[in-house]
């Protein structure tokens, strides 16, 4: 059983940066692709980025792109995302989540999840 711990959140000014870190254990978590959700009060969960198990690719909504940037460490069991020019739409719970083969933007595919961690940003 792999368990995801999150960890980075915390309150930001507009136009500011954060950088989330997601430390997997428990199993292979190597073999697993990972990506990070955001969920607010007023959204349902929506993906926000996605990287392959190899760390090779990666995916971004369209409204994180050229903002966030999302990497691994197979080394080290860990994925981050770091933010920049955050926004207050960026406010929100980030979760990691993983899932065998590859990353989807649909999260009922994910069999693993962490427990959040809170970004807010004031504008």
């Known amino acids: 059983q792999v368990q995801l711990v999150e960890s980075g959140g915390g309150l930001v000014q507009a136009g500011g940066s954060l950088r989330l870190s997601c430390a997997a254990s428990g199993g292979a978590s190597t073999n697993l692709a990972m990506a990070w959700f955001r969920q607010s009060p007023e959204t349902e969960r929506e993906f926000v980025a996605g990287?392959?198990?190899?760390?090779?690719?990666?995916y971004y909504a369209d409204s994180v792109k050229g903002r966030f940037t999302i990497s691994r460490d197979n080394a080290k069991n860990t994925v981050s995302l770091q933010m920049n020019t955050l926004k207050s739409e960026d406010t929100a719970v980030y979760y990691c989540?993983?899932?065998?083969?590859?990353?989807?933007?649909?999260?009922?595919?994910?069999?693993?999840w962490g427990q959040g961690t809170q970004v807010t940003v004031s504008s």
């Open positions: 989540a993983a899932k065998r083969f590859t990353w989807h933007i649909d999260p009922t595919r994910y069999d693993y």
């Open positions: 990287i392959s198990i190899s760390g090779g690719s990666s």
